[in-house]
């Protein structure tokens, strides 16, 4: 289900984002001419790839798991890409992605649910993780789930979509003497499907690491904050530094959160995750 969107997206994405070899994509939307130097070899299996590998980290691939509320946190998450939905009056740090998601869909003419769309104010209509689990077993609750798992492809097209409308503010955001690095480390990491897997996954776990509101004491844990980190090691290639980075990052801000599920239960899964950020094994399919 998510080939035929990824094979289309990621192609076109990707080519906007840091150019292409102008003989395969041809111009970049608004004239502007495709870089020559920069290419992908992205086959369509490796795009599959890359969104299984999302709906695997955020939901083991199961489909309960579409509409969840993960102990400790103030928000239902959902979808493939596990998207952040806030209750009324609940303001958290985190960016909300799920309405974005919707409106989306709906743009791309997806059947959304009628009484997620009736929804006024759009907020998650939940107000607290007890609340959910007792209306777990019902119809709204069971119809949303239907429609995540029918409508992966569009989520994996938003997934991407949001990691390129990122990317130039997040080389913009960087410390001027780094953007020069970063712009040719997101070049490395966007030439392979490892790679092109870290940097979806990663904006989609983590976020982009602009917003002023996902810091702990002062310091983010985006990916703007992971490429400011990586280093240059001699021998490592752009993805184990990106690797490295990432736990690094990832570790800090579960020593500087106030709440010790961070540190004591979700940061292990997060370190787990982030080692999957590899190049796929070699095989037939790929």
């Known amino acids: 289900m998510l080939r035929a969107w990824i094979q289309m997206v990621v192609l076109v994405v990707f080519a906007t984002l840091v150019g292409c ?3 395969s994509v ?20 490796q795009m599959d790839w890359v969104g299984q590998k999302i709906f695997q980290n955020e939901c083991a691939g199961r489909f309960q798991c579409l509409v969840h509320w993960n102990e400790g946190e103030l928000f239902p998450s959902l979808g493939i890409g596990h998207f952040i939905w806030y209750p009324r009056d609940v303001q958290g740090r985190f960016v909300e ?17 009628d009484w997620l769309l009736s929804l006024e104010p759009f907020d998650a209509p939940w107000p607290d993780r007890a609340n959910f689990l007792a209306a777990s ?25 949001r990691a390129q409308s990122a990317l ?10 780094r953007r020069g690095a970063i712009l040719g480390d997101l070049k490395a990491l966007s030439a392979t499907p490892g790679g092109v897997y870290a940097l979806m996954d990663y904006v989609n ?34 993805l184990d530094r990106f690797r490295s980075a990432a736990a690094t990052v990832l570790t800090r801000r579960a020593r500087n959160a106030e709440n ?27």
């Not at 004491?217 to 280093?231: A, C, D, I, K």
């Open 26 to 45: 041809g111009e970049v939307p608004g004239g502007r001419s495709a870089s020559p130097d920069i290419s992908l070899a992205l086959e369509p299996q």
């Open 205 to 238: 776990f983590k976020g982009e690491g602009l917003a002023p509101g996902e810091r702990y004491q002062g310091e983010g844990w985006g990916l703007l904050q992971v490429l400011v980190s990586m280093g240059a090691e001699p021998g490592d290639t752009a």
């Open 168 to 177: 130039g503010a997040i080389i913009q955001a960087a410390p001027e003497g």
């Open 137 to 161: 077993d019902s119809t709204r609750v069971a119809e949303l789930r239907e429609f995540l798992a029918g409508t992966q492809g569009i989520q994996a097209e938003f997934i991407f979509r």
């Open 97 to 113: 992605s799920f309405p974005e998601l919707i409106r989306y869909m709906s743009q791309r003419q997806a059947s959304v649910p």
């Open 21 to 23: 070899d102008s003989d």
């Open 260 to 286: 010790a599920i961070e540190r004591e239960r979700w940061l292990a899964g997060w370190l787990k995750r982030v080692e999957s950020y590899r190049e796929p094994a070699p095989g037939p399919a790929l």
